[in-house]
Structures are given as structure tokens and as C-alpha cells.
């Protein structure tokens, strides 16, 4: 705006070029529009209070000189020779450097012209044609003006729609992740108790036959106890009978603290895994050691699918990492092949490799023999609610939710390996220190 004030008080210059006798009336003219009206609008418009009033401002700013500049030619001994150039060059100044919108920009158009047309009436001589050019040539003017402020608002409208639009989408993409994520943690959480819940069944079949065995046993003593209470309650007692009596209740009590101990101890076992499998915390183990408790505990529960479990793994790597997380992978896929691997129930053999290509990371490869997943499957095995057994029940979340654990909780990578003959391969990669 101040270089619009400047540009419209300079044109003195080129009057002081032509008719130098008339620079006193024209410079008064200019420089009182520049200095009365167009500075002022400026200096008001660098207000913060006055933003909300820019486009009026503009308008007044572009409305005054445009209709005193028909007034100027009234005194320049040329007329309006040169009305169109001096025009032409308001209107351009107005339609590309002030961000008028359309409708002002009209208003603009509509009112300069009016000022021409009432300033031409004035003219004492107007050679013939001049008005026709002038007009032609101010008129294709405001066109082009207009056409260009229209285009470069249904430009900026449309970008505004879009950017709006692409918020919009950001936004709701954002919400859809939350919600993402909030479901998978629910997925997580559920696996993890779907998890502890098998394994809970998976005490109350191995734990009721010692339990039963041992209240057998303890239904026996009693009976062989009352009957040597009658006997001792006779007036005869028997050495042999005393005898035998004694050691069925020492064969009994034997038995019975034999199935108890073997339940108590499938008990703390059990209740291990569990409290492995719902570990957060991060501490160093030795690789070897954990992976032979894990499968001891592990084992009377996949006994029950007829799984054998073989563990390759050389002694001496020590991991620092999340135990509980990695107990969980581990399981899934043990319970994973034991309920797709070997569908027709007759076992099968899970076997876990153990190597350290190199210092910093462990390389886990679980490994089966079973009817192995189709190829047309091997690239989603990994995606949420993929699984060949969708008319038993099962939701295909295991692998998947294995797959999370392993990137977002160990830092590694859970891959599907290429292996030769029948079965399924699938390689663990994760750093010794998560």
C-alpha cells in the first residue's frame, strides 16, 4: 500500500515531463490523495482492531484515486489523450497487488468508470474517437481484471475447501488410528487373557488326577483305619492283621503325599507361566535355562495335543529383554501349531533353533512338520483375523498380536521362512539388549 501511494504521487513526474506549467495543480492533487487518504488507510489497516474492516479499507483505498484520477486530466492541456494508459495502470495495480476479492473489485470498476464518464462530460474538446479507444481499452481492462481476481479467488476457495478437507481427514485419521490402537490393546489384553484362561484349564486337567488320586488314596486309609479301630475295640487283636492294616496305611499315605507334592509342584509351574507370560519388566536371562523352564511348564499342556517339544539352543546366550513378551510369542506359536499344524490330532513334533549370527542379536526359528499354510495365505499369516480354521472358532488374532509383541515390545522382526518339504518355519529376530 505505501508503494501504491508513492507510485500514484510519482506520476507528478511524468507531468512535470510534458507540461511542466501544470506540475503545482497535478503534485497537489496527487500527493493530497496520497498523503490525505491513501497513507491514513494504510497506517489504519496496520491496526490489529481493524483487521475484521481490511476489504472496506481496501475498497476506499482503491476507490478514491481511481475516481480523482479522471479529474487530474480536466487540467492537463492533453485531455484525455492519455486517460487509457493512466487507467490501465490503477487497474492493474489494484487487481494484482491488493488481495481484493471479486465484489469489491467491482464496486471498484463500476465507480472508476463512473468517474470517467462524468469527467469526460467535462472535457471543453474531446477528438473524435478518443472516447471509443479510451473506453474499449478501460473496459477490456476491468475484464481482464475481473476474470483474473475471479480465477485467482475460485483458486483460493477451492484450495481452501481442500486443505479444509484434507484437516478433515487428517482428523478423522487420527481419531481411526486412536481407536486402532485402543482396539489392539484390547486384542492384546484379550489374547493375554485367553491365554491364562487355557492355561487354567490346562491345571484343572493336569492337576485332577494327582488330586484325585490322592483323595482315592485318602477314602482307602479311612476305611483300613475304621477297620482297625473295630478291631481294637474286640477283645482279640490279631499281630498280623495290626500289621497289615499298618502297612496299607503306610503304602496310602505314601501315595497320597507323592500326588499331592505332584500337584502342588504342577501348580507353582503353572502358575509361573502365567506370571512369565503377564511380565512387563526387562531383565537379563540366560536364553537356555528360560527356554527349558518354559517348555518343562509349557509341556503337560501341549502334551494334551500329542506335541513333542525340542529345544536346540547353545548354552551361554544371555539376553536383556522382556521375558514375559517373549514367553507370549513363544506360546502362540506352540499352541498355533498344535491347532493348525496337525489338525487330525495325532501329534506332532514343535522343534525350537536357537543361533547368534551375530553378537548383538538372537535368532529364534520355530519349526514344524505339519500340513503347512497355503501359498496363497503366506503373505497375510501376519494381518489381524487371518486363519484357516474360521468354521472352529478361531478369530486368526494369535499370530498377529505375536507378530505386534515382537516388533513394538522386542524390537525385532517375526518373518514366515522358506522350508523345504511339508511344515512351517517362522524365524524370530531380536536384539540381546531390547
Request: charged content about 15%; aromatic content about 8%; glycine content about 8%.
Amino acid at each position: 500500500m505505501l508503494l501504491g501511494a508513492a507510485t500514484y504521487a510519482g506520476y507528478t513526474f511524468w507531468d512535470w515531463v510534458l507540461y511542466p506549467e501544470v506540475v503545482p495543480i497535478t503534485l497537489a492533487i496527487r500527493g493530497g490523495t496520497a498523503v490525505l487518504v491513501l497513507l491514513p488507510l494504510t497506517a489504519l489497516l496496520s491496526k490489529r482492531w481493524m483487521k475484521p474492516w481490511a476489504e472496506t479499507i481496501f475498497l476506499v483505498y482503491c476507490v478514491v484515486p481511481g475516481c480523482i484520477l479522471p479529474g487530474i486530466y480536466l487540467v492537463l492541456p492533453s485531455g484525455f489523450t492519455f486517460a487509457a494508459p493512466g487507467m490501465m495502470m490503477i487497474i492493474l495495480f489494484v487487481s494484482t497487488m491488493l488481495p481484493l476479492r471479486i465484489g469489491s473489485l467491482a464496486i471498484f470498476c463500476v465507480a472508476s468508470w463512473a468517474a470517467l464518464v462524468v469527467a469526460e462530460l467535462f472535457a471543453p474538446t474531446l477528438p473524435m474517437g478518443l472516447r471509443f479507444i479510451n473506453h474499449s481499452l478501460v473496459g477490456n481492462a476491468y475484464a481482464l481484471s475481473l476474470y483474473a481476481v475471479a480465477a485467482r479467488e475460485y483458486r483460493a476457495r477451492r484450495q481452501f475447501r481442500t486443505s479444509e478437507a484434507l484437516q478433515f481427514e487428517k482428523e478423522r485419521s487420527e481419531t481411526s488410528l486412536r481407536d486402532l490402537r485402543a482396539t489392539q490393546a484390547q486384542l492384546v489384553q484379550a489374547e493375554k487373557l485367553a491365554s491364562l484362561g487355557q492355561l487354567v484349564a490346562g491345571v484343572a486337567h493336569e492337576v485332577s488326577t494327582p488330586l484325585g488320586l490322592a483323595l482315592t488314596t485318602s477314602t482307602a486309609m479311612q476305611t483300613d483305619l475304621q477297620r482297625m479301630a473295630d478291631a481294637l475295640s474286640g477283645t482279640a487283636v490279631r499281630r498280623s492283621d495290626l500289621t497289615k492294616g499298618i502297612d496299607r496305611l503306610k503304602h496310602g499315605l505314601g501315595l497320597t503325599f507323592d500326588n499331592l507334592h505332584r500337584a502342588s509342584e504342577m501348580v507353582h509351574s503353572f502358575k509361573q507361566v502365567a506370571v512369565n507370560q503377564a511380565d512387563e519388566d526387562r531383565r537379563a536371562f540366560e536364553l537356555n535355562e528360560w527356554l527349558s523352564e518354559l517348555m518343562s511348564r509349557l509341556g503337560p499342556l501341549l502334551s494334551r495335543h500329542g506335541l513333542a517339544i525340542q529345544v536346540r539352543c547353545p548354552p551361554g546366550i544371555r539376553l536383556n529383554s522382556y521375558p514375559g513378551a517373549l514367553a507370549q510369542v513363544i506360546s502362540n506359536l506352540a499352541f498355533n501349531t498344535a491347532e493348525h499344524a496337525y489338525p487330525d490330532k495325532r501329534g506332532g513334533k514343535f522343534t525350537i533353533t536357537v543361533s547368534q549370527p551375530e553378537p548383538e542379536s538372537v535368532r529364534i526359528v520355530c519349526s514344524d512338520e505339519g500340513v503347512g499354510i497355503p501359498d496363497d495365505m503366506q503373505a497375510h499369516i501376519f494381518d489381524p483375523f487371518v486363519t484357516t480354521s474360521r468354521a472352529s472358532g478361531n478369530t486368526g488374532l494369535g499370530l498377529h498380536i505375536a507378530f505386534n509383541t515382537v516388533v513394538s515390545s522386542l524390537r525385532g522382526s517375526l518373518r514366515l521362512e522358506s522350508k523345504p518339504g511339508p511344515g512351517t518355519e517362522i524365524a524370530i529376530e531380536i536384539p540381546v539388549a531390547a
